[in-house]
């Protein structure tokens, strides 16, 4: 399955990374593209649900005010 969040507000490039990072080291996780100027993120995942991939975003990004 491929998610594709629009994370409007996302302000810190160091958050982003570390996401990317978490998400990576998730086996559920197959693949992951960031892009912090266009607050854009696609994950490819198998057996992960989207309220979890939400949560994760909005514990470790600062400035969020949407994920949708």
């Not at 198998?46 to 514990?59: E, I, K, S, T, Y």
Request: glycine share 6%; net charge negative.
């Amino acid at each position: 399955m491929k998610t594709e969040v629009y994370l409007q507000g996302a302000n810190c490039p160091v958050c982003f990374n570390t996401v990317q990072q978490l998400l990576l080291d998730d086996a559920r996780v197959e693949a992951v593209r960031m892009s912090f100027s266009t607050h854009c993120l696609e994950v490819e995942h198998a057996g992960m649900p989207n309220d979890d991939l939400v949560q994760l975003l909005r514990q470790n990004l600062h400035g969020t005010e949407v994920a949708g």
